[in-house]
C-alpha cells in the first residue's frame, strides 16, 4: 500500500518521468465542472488503464490490513479475524481458536449491565466501516457509553498498542476484544444473558448480507467515486492523502468489486441487494413482526441495522428504498429503537 502511495505521489511530482506518466483526463460524470471539465493534461490515473495496475497490485498485498479502502469488502476477503480477545496492555498475537478466549477473559469483563455502563470503554473505529457501524449500533441500542478513537487506515499509528491490526477493536477496562461479531457475542452475555442468540441469521449476515455491498456501492465509476467522496470525507485523512485515496481507492475497488462479484457467483448485484433484504424482512416475520427478537431487537436485528447504516445515502440505498420499500420501514423503525449516539468525547 506505501509503495502505490509513492508511485501516486511520484507521478503527481515528476510528471512523464514516472512509471504512471501523465495521462489525459477522462471525464467524471457529475465530478467536474467549470475549467475541471475541459480537457487538458494532468497527473491522474485513467480508469481503463491504471485502475486494473492499481488493483492487480492490491490484489497482490500480503497484508490486507495495509488496503484502507477496503472496509466494505472486509467480510468479503476475510479480513474480520476469529480470534477474539488480547489483553490491551499487552503486545501478544490474539489467542487462538482453541484457548477458549471468550471464558478466560470472562472475569475481567464487568458482571452487569450498570456495572458497563460506568466501565471505561474505548471503540478504535473507521466511521464508515460497516463492521464498527454494526458495534457502534449495539452500543448505542444498550446506552453503554463510550469514546472513540477514529484511526487513520493508511498508518494505523492508533493501533501501535496491539498486534491486532483490524477494526474494530473495543477496550473494556483494558481488556481488549477483536471482531464485531465476537465482541458483541461477549457482551450479549452481560447486557442480555438470558436472551439466546439467533446465530443463524446473526452469522448470516457476515457470510452473506456484507457480501452483496461492495458490489454495489462500487457499482460503476459514479458509484465508487461517490463512495470515495463520503469516506474520505469521514475517515481520518491528511488532505494529500484525501486527494490520493479518492481517485487511486475509487478505481482500484471498482475492479475489486467485480472480482467480488465473480467469487460470491453474484450476476446482478441490485438484485442480490434486494433479495438479500426480502430474505431478512421474510425471517423476521415482516409486517406482522417488526423484529427478529419479536417483542424487541435482539442482537441480530441491531447488526443488520448497523451494516445498513454504513450505506445511508449512497445511490444503492436510495434504490434499495425504490425497489423494497419494507426494508427502509424497517430501517426507520430500528433507528427509532436505537436512538442517539452513546458516544462520549472522541479522544
Known amino acids: 500500500m506505501r509503495l502505490l502511495l509513492q508511485r501516486w505521489s511520484q507521478t503527481i511530482r515528476h510528471g512523464s518521468r ?4 501523465i495521462v489525459r483526463l477522462r471525464s467524471f460524470p457529475g465530478r467536474l465542472s467549470g475549467s475541471e471539465s475541459r480537457s487538458h493534461w494532468r497527473p491522474v490515473t485513467v480508469w481503463s488503464t491504471c485502475a486494473a495496475v492499481i488493483a492487480a497490485s492490491l490484489a497482490s498485498v500480503q497484508r490486507p490490513e495495509w488496503r ?23 503486545k501478544v498475537a490474539p489467542l487462538s481458536d482453541a484457548a477458549e478466549p471468550a471464558t478466560i477473559l470472562w472475569k475481567q469483563l464487568p458482571d452487569s449491565l450498570a456495572e458497563l455502563r460506568k466501565a471505561d470503554i474505548v471503540l478504535y473505529q473507521y466511521e464508515t466501516c460497516p463492521f ?9 441500542y444498550w446506552r453503554i457509553p463510550y469514546k472513540v478513537v477514529e484511526v487513520n487506515p493508511v498508518g494505523k ?20 476484544l477483536n471482531d464485531s461479531a465476537a465482541i458483541i457475542k461477549a457482551l450479549a452475555r452481560i447486557t442480555d444473558p438470558d436472551r439466546p442468540l439467533n446465530t443463524q441469521w446473526f452469522d448470516w449476515i457476515d ?47 471498482y475492479f475489486v468489486s467485480r472480482r467480488l462479484k465473480k467469487k460470491y457467483h453474484i450476476v446482478d448485484e441490485r438484485q442480490a441487494l434486494y433479495d438479500a433484504c426480502r430474505d431478512w424482512l421474510q425471517a423476521v416475520g415482516w409486517p406482522e413482526r417488526r423484529f427478529l427478537g419479536g417483542a424487541r431487537p435482539c442482537a441480530a436485528d441491531l447488526a443488520m441495522f448497523g451494516v445498513l447504516r454504513s450505506i445511508e445515502g449512497f445511490t444503492a440505498f436510495h434504490e434499495l428504498a425504490a425497489n423494497v420499500p419494507e426494508i427502509v420501514q424497517w430501517y426507520r423503525i430500528m433507528k427509532d429503537q436505537v436512538g442517539p449516539s452513546a458516544r462520549i468525547d472522541s479522544m
Not at 18 to 21: D, E, F, S, T
Not at 132 to 140: F, I, P
Not at 157 to 176: A, D, H, M
Open 207 to 253: 457470510s452473506w448480507f456484507v457480501h452483496t455491498l461492495p458490489p454495489n456501492i462500487y457499482r460503476t465509476r459514479h458509484e465508487a467515486l461517490e463512495t470515495f467522496d463520503y469516506i474520505t470525507e469521514k475517515e481520518k485523512f491528511s488532505p494529500w492523502q484525501r486527494f490520493t485515496i479518492r481517485y487511486v481507492g475509487a478505481a482500484a475497488m
Open 132 to 140: 464498527c457501524n454494526k458495534l457502534r449500533a449495539y452500543l448505542d
Open 18 to 21: 514516472n512509471a504512471l506518466g
Open 157 to 176: 499509528k492508533e493501533l501501535k498498542f496491539s498486534s491486532y491490526r483490524k477494526v474494530p477493536i473495543l477496550v473494556v477496562n483494558g481488556t481488549q
Open 68 to 90: 484502507p479502502w477496503l472496509c466494505y469488502a472486509e467480510a468479503s476477503t476475510s479480513l474480520e479475524s476469529t480470534h477474539n480477545f488480547t489483553a490491551a496492555t499487552e
